[in-house]
């Protein structure tokens, strides 16, 4: 798994290309004060996905906890390596790390899964405002 965190003050989407036909329709949106995580499911994650699920888990947690904020956005983002993991397993790898994330508290929002979006961020000059991991 590829991840890149940004902090953003405000993180907005407009669905505006439906990539994936089996997927729901999508809606925009617009968050304040979150961390949002761009991720890219590669597909060894499909043989170790509870360890890299924990992991990316522990990676927001933490961010979230240096910017003093509950407010987590999670982004498909399938441009971070070349080659990606089963569609639907990846659905069902966000469903799963929103669940456990909304039990722990947090409010967690999607971007339209499957679609390509017009993006609208604002971030901060800061060095946690921007994360690269490989879990």
């Not at 995580?37 to 240096?66: C, G, M, Y």
């Not at 983002?77 to 966000?94: I, M, P, S, W, Y």
């Not at 390509?116 to 690269?132: E, M, S, T, V």
């Amino acid at each position: 798994m590829r991840l890149l965190l940004w902090y953003c003050s405000r993180f907005g989407w407009k669905p505006t290309q439906k990539t994936i036909d089996s997927m729901a329709d999508g809606n925009p949106g617009e968050v304040q004060n979150a961390v949002v995580a761009f991720v890219h499911i590669e597909p060894e994650d499909e043989t170790r996905s509870q360890k890299v699920e924990t992991k990316l888990i522990k990676n927001l947690k933490w961010l979230s906890a240096k910017w003093e904020t509950k407010n987590l956005v999670l982004h498909s983002f399938t441009h971070l390596a070349e080659e990606k993991a089963d569609v639907h397993f990846g659905r069902g790898f966000f469903d799963r790390v929103r669940a456990r994330l909304t039990q722990s508290g947090f409010r967690v929002v999607e971007t339209p899964y499957g679609h390509f979006n017009d993006l609208n961020l604002q971030a901060p000059g800061h060095p946690l405002a921007r994360i690269f991991k490989q879990l």
